[in-house]
């Protein structure tokens, strides 16, 4: 007979609740492209690092599923394409138009400025992708970084 706090533990680890065995899981999209590996989580945030990226606070609405990985519920052009980007001031930078991966890694996104110049922004740059997208830096400094 199966130990019914085991099941119960069990459960309660796979079903993606916070503090619960998301920590070292790959954070990957629906094509394989891997993100990075869960550092730490909250209720709507999950710590995303140790990739090619530092890291990345990810909303927890581009989540699908968890498994042996964290699965999210698009290819990172879909989720991110048309989310509106901000600097580190809270200023309107542009709009992502689309991310650039390197084989089965993410490595940038290309975003289109108010003059409709398009502007590489590395992972590095970015704090947090949810609603929007939140640089670590000001718009100065980005474009000093991108050669733009």
Do not use: C
């Not at 899981?25 to 730490?40: C, Q, R, S, Y």
């Not at 909250?42 to 927890?60: A, C, H, M, N, W």
């Amino acid at each position: 007979m199966q130990n019914p706090l085991l099941a119960a533990a069990v459960g309660r680890v796979a079903d993606g609740s916070p503090g619960h065995g998301l920590v070292g899981k790959a954070v990957v999209d629906t094509e394989g492209v891997e993100i990075g590996f869960v550092m730490t989580e909250d209720e709507k945030f999950l710590t995303v690092g140790e990739g090619p990226i530092g890291s990345i606070r990810l909303g927890k609405r581009f989540v699908d599923r968890v498994a042996d990985r964290v699965l999210l519920k698009g290819t990172l052009v879909e989720m991110f394409t048309g989310l509106n980007v901000i600097d580190a001031g809270g200023e309107f930078v542009g709009i992502v138009r689309d991310t650039i991966e390197t084989e089965d890694s993410w490595d940038s996104i290309l975003v289109e400025d108010e003059e409709g110049e398009m502007v590489v922004v590395v992972l590095e740059d970015i704090k947090t992708i949810d609603e929007f997208v939140e640089l670590d830096v000001t718009g100065d400094e980005l474009y000093e970084t991108s050669g733009a």
